[in-house]
């Protein structure tokens, strides 16, 4: 398929796990694109295995001098923004509710929640509005739906960004402009298999039995990989889900039946 032949894409968090293998997905499918995140070099290398169809940009996304020219970039390097990706993202630092400090909760909410509302003004402003067309998707998580213990932070956050998508896609279909949330349970990245030896060995067990521990509430008994959710993200983005709008998307082998 090449959904994305002549157009640009801008993806937020883009120098580990999901975004630069989206990015990969994209630039596959004919997409130019703009890879922004905090580490310089990591972003670059991102864009550097794509090739010319990429390029770098370093971006803060709770910040709006930033945002506006990783925007720029965008529009300098390519003339217009046709799909924007906010997949930037942050944990926190898991907390009790009666130890939660207003630091941890407000940084978690800039990164997971502001920060794509940051990013889609600009887009909107520098490039969507004007062409009357364009697509944002938006990373939720599953603990947005009914909340994970000591991630009180995480997330009400995540769970704002549904309604935040829901907001943007009634105010903005009136210009061709769609806008959805991608709701991934666990990806299969590398920090989450990291995480999982940790914990075998913690607990003296295997790294099988904690992933079959964690999949046991699941329907289909595995994770997502990378790939399933950017499935859904470019499907999203693309012209193919043209009257879809305003949703949130569950990608977690079951664990969540809206
Ligand atoms: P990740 O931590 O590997 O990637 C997120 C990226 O965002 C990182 O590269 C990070 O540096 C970047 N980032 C953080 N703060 C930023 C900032 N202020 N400005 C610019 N970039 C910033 O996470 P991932 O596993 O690839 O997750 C991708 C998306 O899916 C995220 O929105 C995440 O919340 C969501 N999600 C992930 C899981 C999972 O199991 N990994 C589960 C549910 C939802």
């Known amino acids: 398929m090449n959904r994305f032949e002549g157009k640009v894409a801008i993806v937020t968090g883009a120098s580990t796990g999901l975004g630069p293998i989206m990015a990969r997905m994209l630039a596959d499918e004919g997409a130019r694109l703009v890879l922004a995140a ?13 090739g010319e169809a990429a390029v770098a940009v370093r971006a803060d996304v709770t910040d709006e001098a930033d945002v506006a020219a990783m925007v720029e970039a965008a529009m300098t390097r390519w003339g217009q923004v046709d799909v924007l990706m906010n997949n930037a993202a942050v944990p926190g630092t898991d907390k009790w509710i009666w130890e939660q400090t207003v630091d941890n909760f407000l940084d978690t909410y800039k990164v997971d929640c502001m920060a794509a509302m940051l990013c889609t003004r600009e887009v909107l402003n520098r490039s969507m509005m004007g062409r009357r067309t364009g697509a944002i998707v938006n990373f939720s998580s599953g603990a947005g739906w009914d909340g994970m213990i000591r991630k009180s932070h995480y997330s009400a956050a995540k769970g704002a960004l549904r309604i935040l998508t829901k907001v943007t896609a009634k105010e903005v279909g009136q210009f061709d402009i769609r806008c959805n949330c991608v709701v991934p349970g666990a990806i299969e990245t590398e920090l989450m298999v990291n995480y999982m030896k940790r914990v075998a060995e913690e607990q003296g ?31 999203l983005a693309s012209d193919q889900a043209r009257t879809i709008t305003g949703q949130s998307i569950n990608v977690d082998a079951g664990l969540v039946m809206t």
């Open 38 to 50: 905090r580490r310089r070099e990591l972003v670059e290398e991102a864009a550097a295995a794509i």
């Open 205 to 235: 067990t295997t790294v099988e039995e904690i992933a079959a521990g964690i999949q046991a509430p699941l329907p289909l008994k595995t994770f997502s990989t990378p790939e399933d959710v950017a499935n859904l993200a470019l499907f």
